[in-house]
């Protein structure tokens, strides 16, 4: 098996640690040469880079180099696998995101309504630069890109690169749901087999078998409603946070059985009661920011300051296993399947072909297969038609700097609906988000 070179970007995130430890335990599908990490902001990266040598000289001997840079020739030359997860703005702008649209009475959410669209925003530049960037030093490098608003930055990739078909958008939640489905199940994630359809963080399991075929939906559908659902994966099963939003699961199925729903599509469907439920002085970016991160920043510092992890506890999450276990899939063929994000080209028959929308995929040596989903249904079309017109126009208002394709983004979400609540919303967003976005202007032919 060749033996990989891997760039993590972003490596100064709170994610990091676990990505690297993924890897160890994945060493044997997924062997590398070597691991470089590149961050913008040198002293995040720095304590996380410190403390992974650790953990890898510790636990990946076989590891030939890790080094980390801020020099984008250093890091992008040479490159196998890209993987990419920055927070334009950090962890600070994933606040305001939260809190403006909350001031209106609107969903306040990093990548649902209109957080997500000012998160969009910020991410589609620097994600296009960083893709320019690989390219220049690895033309052939894979890209696996988990940056979010995952919906909206891979609907402006699709437009900035047709034609390179080695660079993957994927999103860890439907395997993040999918093992505490397989902890119903008493199985192991990797043995489900999904069915899925939808657009990133607004779609659903329409069947969910096992690989020996048996179908296992029903099972679900009834410990659900009947038994309730807990989040399971390490990185959230005793978060608050994500105990309430596994729990919403349960009301979805009860109020729609027919599919079994992504988490995110709480904040679509009971926009109020999630408005209701937060505290504009602690949304989930503060909850990150005293939770994860400070979690994060203390274990990296015990690693460091002991030069070993024997007083710590480190664990595997699937967020990490989810991205190793594709790219082994894309290294060495392996025609596993994974639910990732595509250009849809008739996957789902009555949408439109030039929409990304996630479904399950083969992933192989050529990218991912994805597999046929036929037509789906009024209430799950509408929805979908719907969404993807607002991330459409969200990447026209970048594209064309342009004030009223932001303003009819937002009106169609369906976490704003009104009017002059978008324009309010909108016009907060654009004085918070000055330092990142581009200008947005007036459209001059319509001007009245
Ligand atoms: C899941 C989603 C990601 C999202 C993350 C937020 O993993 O797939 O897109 O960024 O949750 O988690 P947090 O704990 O930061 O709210
Ligand atoms: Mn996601």
């Known amino acids: 098996m060749k033996r990989q070179n891997l760039v993590v970007v972003g490596a100064g995130s709170t994610y990091t640690i676990g990505m690297i430890m993924s890897l160890i335990a994945e060493k044997e599908q997924f062997p590398l040469k070597s691991i470089t990490f590149y961050d913008t902001d040198a002293d995040r990266q720095e304590q996380v880079a410190k403390a992974s040598e650790i953990i890898l000289k510790e636990r990946y001997p076989e590891l030939e180099s890790f080094h980390y840079t801020t020099d984008k020739q250093e890091a992008f030359s040479n490159a196998d696998f890209v993987f990419i997860q920055i927070r334009t703005g950090g962890l600070a702008m994933r606040e305001k995101d939260e809190q403006i649209p909350l001031r209106y009475d609107a969903v306040g959410q990093e990548t649902c309504g ?47 690169f047709p034609e390179d078909n080695k660079l993957l958008n994927i999103c860890d939640m439907p395997a993040a749901i999918m093992v505490s489905y397989a902890s119903i199940l008493g199985k192991e994630v990797f043995d489900l087999v999904p069915e899925y359809f939808g657009l990133n963080h607004f779609g659903w399991f329409t069947k969910i078998y096992d690989k020996q075929g048996v179908d296992h939906t029903n099972t679900l559908k009834r410990a659900i409603t009947e038994d309730g659902f807990i989040p399971e994966d390490a990185e959230i099963a005793n978060d608050p946070n994500w105990i309430k939003t596994f729990k919403q699961v349960e009301q979805m199925v009860t109020d729609f059985p027919e599919y079994l729903p992504n988490t995110y599509l709480q904040y679509y469907l009971y926009p109020s009661q999630m408005v209701e439920k937060e505290d504009p002085a602690n949304t989930r970016a503060r909850q990150v920011i005293n939770g994860r991160e400070k979690r994060v920043h203390t274990l990296a510092d015990q690693i460091i300051k002991d030069g070993s992890t024997e007083n710590v506890e480190l664990e595997v999450d699937i967020h990490g296993r989810y991205m190793v276990r594709v790219a082994a899939s894309m290294a060495y063929n392996n025609g596993d399947i994974f639910i990732v994000m595509v250009e849809n080209n008739g996957t789902i028959a009555n949408l439109q072909d030039d929409v990304m929308v996630e479904v399950p995929a083969m992933i192989t040596n050529r990218g991912p297969k994805p597999f046929s989903v036929g037509n789906i249904s009024t209430f799950y079309k509408g929805l979908i038609e719907n969404q993807l017109a607002y991330e459409k126009l969200v990447v026209d208002a970048y594209e064309q700097n342009s004030y009223e394709k932001a303003l009819q983004a937002l009106t169609l979400n369906r976490t704003v609906v009104d009017v002059p609540k978008a324009r309010k919303i909108l016009d907060d967003l654009i004085d918070a988000n000055k330092d990142y976005w581009p200008t947005l202007h007036a459209n001059k032919q319509h001007a009245v």
């Open 114 to 160: 209109p957080g997500g669209m000012a998160y969009g925003l910020r991410s589609i530049g620097d994600m296009i630069q960083l893709v320019n960037d690989v390219r220049s030093f690895s033309p052939d490098a894979w890209i696996l890109n988990y940056t979010n608003p995952a919906a909206i930055v891979a609907e402006a990739l699709r437009r900035e």
